[in-house]
Nanobody, 116 residues
Framework: QVQLVESGGGLVQAGESLRLSCAASVSIFSFYTMGWYRQAPGKQRELVVTIMHGGGTDYADSVKGRFTISRDVAKSTVTLQLNSLKPEDTAVYYC??????????WGQGTQVTVSS
């Protein structure tokens, strides 16, 4: 059973930074894609960023230049650095990983709240 555990959310003011981490219970080397999604109240879950097995990344336009995804295979973690946060970044952030076999796994979510 694959488990993903997020950490690092919180309440910050606009312009500040946060770092989110997602720890997997298995080696992340076995995953085809890893990434982060977010869901704001009353809105659909949306893609924030993904990182492919080969290292390629795909960022949502709204976060380009402000958010950075990275991975540590040895620690089986994927990290999202959030800089220059805006109130519209407020959401529950979810870690997502898709295995090479095509199975999708989600974390429980971590709340990010940005005050103006």
């Amino acid at each position: 059973q694959v488990q993903l555990v997020e950490s690092g959310g919180g309440l910050v003011q606009a312009g500040e930074s946060l770092r989110l981490s997602c720890a997997a219970s298995v080696s992340i080397f076995s995953f085809y894609t890893m990434g982060w999604y977010r869901q704001a109240p009353g809105k659909q879950r949306e893609l924030v960023v993904t990182i492919m097995h080969g290292g390629g990344t795909d960022y949502a336009d709204s976060v380009k230049g402000r958010f950075t995804i990275s991975r540590d295979v040895a620690k089986s973690t994927v990290t999202l650095q959030l800089n220059s946060l805006k109130p519209e970044d407020t959401a529950v952030y979810y870690c997502n990983m898709i295995s090479i076999a095509g199975n999708a796994y989600w974390g429980q979510g971590t709340q990010v709240t940005v005050s103006s």
